[in-house]
């Protein structure tokens, strides 16, 4: 079945580098979306991406989503500790459906101060 | 606003136990979904409801029932629970947007349920 992989499980960082999550789909996806989950907390929307090679920012946060549809990354340009929490990216189950978002297993972002 | 709304947020069973988690949301959204949280593995789809009246299967439906009572309620029954259903459960609706068709997923705060 179609299946949406992260890597790193996890990442631990000092305050100020920089952070990289990738997801990869085993099918070709009409869009993918990024979520972040604070400790303790429950998954908020961050960012849908549609296009093939589309490239979207937030503040210090850059998304990609890539050229075949089939990957994507969120990259964090110096981290602050306010970024600590796990990061999703989810896809739809099917190309024609919009409704079954299928999770990756997230990337926990762990910062040092 | 509320947003969405699940109870209990908390809740300890025993085997065999049975239970209804709850979930209600006040965005006037037509889909509704549960999610259960386990550590490694993400967020996996138990069942959603696409509107009122339909339900369908996601991922991981076994051991789980839900009714979609009307538009805003959405709840999920564990019949005869097993330990393997220890996890936290999240209830999530979205609307899906008319331009592109995606569906934004809005969360509950989460029911963390343990089975002894």
């Known amino acids: 079945g179609q299946q949406v992989m992260q890597i790193p499980q996890y990442q631990h960082v000092q305050e100020g580098e920089d952070f990289t999550t990738y997801c990869n789909s085993s099918?070709?996806?009409?869009?993918i979306q990024w979520y972040k989950q604070r400790p303790g907390g429950h998954p908020v929307f961050l960012i849908q991406?549609?296009?093939?090679?589309e490239v979207k920012k937030q503040k210090r946060l850059t998304f990609q989503f890539g050229e075949a549809k089939k990957n994507s990354s969120l990259h964090i340009t110096a981290t602050q500790t306010t970024d600590v929490g796990t990061y999703f990216c989810?896809?739809?189950?099917?190309?024609?459906?919009?409704?079954?978002?299928?999770f990756g297993s997230g990337t926990r972002l762990l910062v040092r101060p | 606003n509320a947003g969405v709304t699940q109870t209990p947020k908390f809740q300890v069973l025993k085997t065999g136990q049975s239970m209804t988690l709850q979930c209600a949301q006040d965005m006037n959204h037509n889909s509704m979904y549960w999610y259960r949280q386990d550590p490694g593995m993400g967020l996996r789809l138990i069942y959603y409801s696409a509107s009122e009246g339909t339900t369908d299967k996601g991922e991981v439906p076994n051991g789980y029932n839900v009714s979609r009572l009307n538009k805003r309620e959405f709840s999920l029954r564990l019949e005869s629970a097993a330990p393997s259903q220890t996890s936290v459960y999240f209830c999530?609706?979205?609307?899906?947007?008319?331009?592109?068709?995606?569906?934004?997923?809005?969360f509950g705060a989460g029911s963390r349920l343990t089975v002894l």
């Open positions: 991406l549609v296009k093939s090679g």
């Open positions: 989810a896809g739809p189950r099917r190309m024609d459906s919009s409704y079954k978002l299928i």
């Open positions: 099918t070709t996806l009409s869009n």
């Open positions: 999530a609706s979205s609307h899906r947007d008319r331009v592109d068709g995606a569906n934004v997923l809005t």
